[in-house]
C-alpha cells in the first residue's frame, strides 16, 4: 500500500501543474510574456499550493486532512494567481490554465463540499494534458496515460471509485477546453 501512497504523492496536483507547466513554457518559449507567465503560474498552481504537505509533518497519515487543507490553499492561491496573469498582461496560454486551474478549484470544492466526492488528482492531471494537447497535439496527448497509475493507486487506496475519478478527469477536460477558449487560444 506504500507503493500506491507514494504515487499520490508523485501525482498530486501541484508537482503535475510544476511539470506540465515547465513542458508548457518549453512550448511558448520566445511567446511574449511566456517566462512572467510560467513564473507566476508556478509559484500560485504548483509551489505556493505543496505547502498542503506540511499538514502531513504535523498530523502523519491524515490524508483527508491533507485534502481539506490543499482545497483551502488552492481556492485562496489559485485565484491571485490568475489575477496576476490577466493583470502583467502574461501569454495567453498561461492566463487560460489560470483560469483552468480556478475554474476547477471552484468545481471541486463546490461539488466535494455539497455533494459527491470529485477526484482532485485525476482533475490535477485531465487538465493538464488537456492543455498539453491543445499546444502540442498528440505528443501532448501522452500525459493522459498518468491517468493510469493514479486510478490504480486511488481504487486500491480506497480513496476514490472509477466514477468519482472519471467525474475529476472528464469535468477538468470540459473546463480546461472552456477556459482555453474564452481566453481566445482554441
Known amino acids: 500500500m506504500k507503493k500506491y501512497r507514494f504515487l499520490t504523492f508523485v501525482f498530486d496536483v ?3 501543474a510544476l511539470f506540465s507547466l515547465y513542458m508548457i513554457y518549453q512550448f511558448t518559449k520566445g511567446e511574449a510574456n511566456s517566462l512572467r507567465g510560467f513564473i507566476i ?9 505543496l505547502l498542503a504537505w506540511t499538514h502531513l509533518l504535523k498530523h502523519p497519515g491524515d490524508y483527508n486532512g491533507e ?6 490553499i488552492d481556492t485562496l492561491s489559485y485565484p491571485i494567481g490568475f489575477i496576476l496573469l490577466v493583470a502583467s498582461k ?3 496560454i498561461f492566463i487560460a490554465l489560470g483560469l483552468s486551474y ?3 478549484v471552484i468545481f471541486l470544492f463546490t461539488v466535494n463540499k455539497f455533494t459527491y466526492k470529485v477526484s482532485g488528482h485525476s482533475s490535477g492531471i485531465a487538465g493538464p494534458a488537456t492543455a498539453l494537447t491543445i ?4 505528443k501532448g496527448a501522452l ?6 497509475p493514479v486510478y490504480i493507486s486511488k481504487i486500491k487506496l480506497d480513496d476514490h471509485t472509477f466514477m ?10 470540459l473546463i480546461t477546453c472552456i477556459s482555453f477558449a474564452v481566453v481566445g487560444v482554441l
Open 90 to 92: 502574461s501569454d495567453k
Open 102 to 104: 480556478l475554474l476547477n
Open 135 to 138: 499546444i502540442n497535439g498528440y
Open 67 to 72: 485534502r481539506k487543507i490543499s482545497f483551502i
Open 14 to 16: 501541484p508537482v503535475v
Open 164 to 173: 468519482q475519478l472519471a467525474v475529476g478527469g472528464i469535468t477538468s477536460i
Open 41 to 49: 503560474s508556478a509559484i500560485f498552481i504548483g509551489i505556493i499550493p
Open 143 to 148: 500525459a493522459f496515460l498518468l491517468l493510469i
